[in-house]
């Protein structure tokens, strides 16, 4: 990051020896270490403000429930590698070094439910094992009745929401209400990490039934306010596999490590690692009790002013920013110590631009990339965390309007789903309808198409059948034509004429000597009566 930043600021990379040789020269205010992964969610999750609003929440309910020690618990998973070590010291020749501690490698899931109270007793651990079917007895061929432990099995290994009410039926709250003191109607209080077994409605209801008060941390921050997490797995951990490095060692690895070995190694470390002192300081530690505040914030890193922090280093812009300022400066009155402190102040500012822009970019590149992600659904209970704190303190008050709203959530759900089917339902009968009506239109268009055919074909016949008689006709007439043409013709005689006609004894218009000489021509008209008519006879 160092060096990063350098890059930026010089417009190249610094050397490989830059870094070390700057944290020298500000061995005061700076130091090189190697520090473990640390998850970025945990980290933002150190927030003071959430912490002190937490306690404070917290301290309420506890004051106004009266929670005692012996009724303050804490519940937690933990998973087990049955085969694999953790990282361990060992002798080994320097002249050959291994490259690692041999392990069997056996890497079966086996997840542990832990309680522990704050008045340092701890009540019986619950065991899943990672199998199909039920338990089986090799498993647990190592145990015996004064090894106060609970067995179930999961094909994962894990925990889920039927196990965690079944712990809950049967370990917490008859061995927490068992315990000597405990008297009717005291509140018990369980803090939870907000894992998705520990807010079904199943568990909160059956909770708030037996005067269980649930408190969930806020997301992210176990490894500050959970106990188990601070001072019991950690040496467990470290326990269980001194355990089973012994056993190796024993063996000299010749027999493996299975799930029915793996209580006779769990047992001597559980008993080993929940001791009271453990458990004490583990409450102590995170504050819970007695509560505490301070023992969570005096953990939390202090941020450096950046005022105080920034310093004006070397920048390949810095001798132009000079030489800029000696010629402004050229002519003036102004004091070197003046000049200095413009200077000073010019180099500041520019390396907070360099440094909020290296941010801007890191700022930049991160919400492309959130934005990518998809947004989760989030759980009812989810929602009644506290605004400021990111607890949950989940009240019978509470608890019922989240039943209420899950109910509501149902009963929309039921409806939307009722919707959705009655919208199949029609859909599904308007489909039927139109493929009815698309097998009748086509049922018509196949007779339409029949009765055109027909149709088609009558008209083809009527037409072979015309064409048949008229070409009997024509072949008939050319029969005959031929017949006549071949018959000799007779003479003709011509044609006799009677016509009577009555003489007129009368001549055209002419002079006499003109009709006379012309030889008298007569005019003959037929015998039918020739009247004037009507209109010309006055």
Request: aromatic share 8%.
């Amino acid at each position: 990051m160092v060096g990063s930043m350098a890059a930026g600021l010089c417009k190249k990379q610094p050397g490989k020896d830059w870094v070390p040789r700057f944290v020298g020269r500000h061995r005061e205010h700076l130091q090189i270490g190697f520090l473990e992964g640390f998850d970025l969610s945990r980290k933002k999750a150190d927030n003071a403000f959430e912490y002190r609003r937490f306690f404070e929440k917290l301290a309420e309910k506890m004051e106004a429930l009266e929670i005692l020690a012996q009724n303050t618990y804490n519940m937690d998973e933990k998973g087990f590698l049955i085969g694999v070590l953790n990282k361990m010291k060992r002798v080994y020749s320097s002249q050959n070094p291994p490259k690692g501690a041999g392990q069997d490698g056996n890497r079966n899931w086996i997840t542990i439910i832990a309680t522990i109270c704050a008045d340092g007793t701890f009540l019986p651990p619950g065991i899943i094992y990672a199998g199909g079917g039920d338990l089986q007895y090799s498993w647990l061929v190592n145990w015996s009745i004064d090894k106060l432990a609970f067995f179930s099995s999961t094909p994962s290994g894990w925990t889920n929401d039927e196990l965690g009410l079944s712990w809950l039926q049967k370990v917490f709250k008859p061995y927490s209400k068992n315990k000597p003191g405990f008297k009717e109607g005291q509140y018990r209080l369980l803090f939870i990490d907000g894992h998705g077994s520990h807010l079904t409605v199943p568990f909160i209801k059956y909770c708030i039934q037996h005067d269980i008060i649930l408190v969930a941390y806020p997301p992210h921050s176990t490894h500050r306010l959970q106990p188990l997490d601070v001072s019991l797995f950690s040496p467990l951990s470290t326990y269980y596999s001194q355990n089973l490095n012994e056993r190796l060692f024993l063996t000299q690895g010749l027999s493996g490590i299975s799930q029915k070995d793996f209580f006779d190694l769990f047992w001597p470390a559980y008993l080993r690692a929940f001791t009271e002192s453990n458990i004490l300081s583990g409450f102590r530690k995170t504050g819970l009790y007695p509560l505490d505040a301070k023992q969570v914030l005096s953990q939390l890193p202090s941020r450096p002013d950046p005022q105080k922090e920034l310093k004006s280093g070397d920048t390949s812009s810095r001798n132009m920013i000079n030489c800029l300022l000696f010629e402004a400066f050229a002519g003036s009155d102004v004091s070197s110590k003046s000049r200095q402190k413009i200077a000073a102040t010019i180099h500041e500012l520019a390396t907070q631009n360099q440094i909020l822009n290296a941010e801007n970019s890191g700022l930049r590149e991160t919400i492309k990339m959130e934005k990518k992600k998809r947004i989760p659904r989030q759980r009812v209970m989810e929602k009644y965390r506290e605004p400021d704190s990111k607890a949950a303190f989940f009240t019978p008050a509470k608890v019922a309007k989240a039943l209420d709203e899950i109910a509501n959530q149902e009963k929309n759900k039921k409806l939307e789903n009722a919707r959705k089917a009655a919208e199949e339902k029609a859909k599904e009968v308007t489909r039927q309808e139109k493929q009815a009506l698309q097998k009748e239109k086509q049922t018509e268009r196949k007779e339409a198409q029949k009765k055109r055919l027909e149709d088609k074909e009558s008209k083809a016949r009527d037409r072979a059948e015309i064409h048949a008689a008229n070409a009997a006709s024509r072949q008939l007439q050319n029969e005959n034509k031929g017949a006549r043409a071949r018959r000799p013709r007779l003479p003709q005689t011509p044609k006799k004429i009677n016509a009577i006609a009555e003489p007129i004894d009368e001549y055209e218009d002419s002079d006499d000597e003109e009709g006379e000489a012309a030889g008298g021509r007569r005019i003959c008209r037929p015998r039918r009566k020739l009247c004037l008519p009507l209109r010309f006879q006055e």
